[in-house]
């Protein structure tokens, strides 16, 4: 991803961020422009390396228009982004309202699902699919409404649970 940010403070130290970035280690090597506009890069700094951890909590969003980073109620993201960057153990809260063509969604991480505190959440997957196959163990989904999953097997129209322990409240 770009840079959102980024300033050279000096020759020894620069800070830069990015918004947006998947969990993972990336490195970095710092570049500038000097007054003729001629880009150029330290050869005598060392490339340096940093890491991107997992977050713990993350907010979806019931619309396409979603495109937050998840980090507040008021900056949703989609069900996708929750898939690359939330942590083992950690929650995801949906905003209020009601989540069309929601289906076919996997849970292969011990992840707390949950409404925001006194949203009314609808997952309808509108008759085309399976709303969640839980995979991992020790899942927990709470205040959160099914509608309208299907599946020709009839094994787990709104949720195929195959992890062991977990609750749905």
Request: aromatic share 12%; hydrophobic share 35%.
């Amino acid at each position: 991803n770009e840079a959102t940010t980024f300033s050279l403070t000096n020759t020894n130290s620069f800070s830069a961020s990015w918004e947006d970035v998947i969990p993972g280690t990336y490195n970095v090597a710092v570049a500038n422009t000097d007054a003729n506009n001629n880009k150029f890069v330290y050869t005598t700094t060392p490339t340096r390396s940093f890491s991107v951890s997992r977050r713990n909590v993350i907010y979806v969003g019931n619309t396409a228009g979603s495109t937050g980073y998840g980090l507040t109620a008021d900056d949703p993201t989609t069900w996708d982004h929750v898939v690359e960057i939330l942590a083992e153990g950690g929650t995801v809260y949906f905003t209020s309202g009601t989540y069309s063509d929601f289906y076919g969604k996997t849970v292969g991480n011990s992840w707390t699902l949950s409404a925001v505190d006194g949203a009314t959440v609808v997952l309808d997957a509108n008759n085309k699919g399976r709303i969640f196959t839980v995979s991992a163990n020790n899942v927990a989904i709470n205040g959160l409404t099914f509608k309208n999953g299907e599946v020709s097997n009839n094994q787990g129209s709104a949720i195929y649970w195959t992890g062991t322990g977990g609750s749905i409240i």
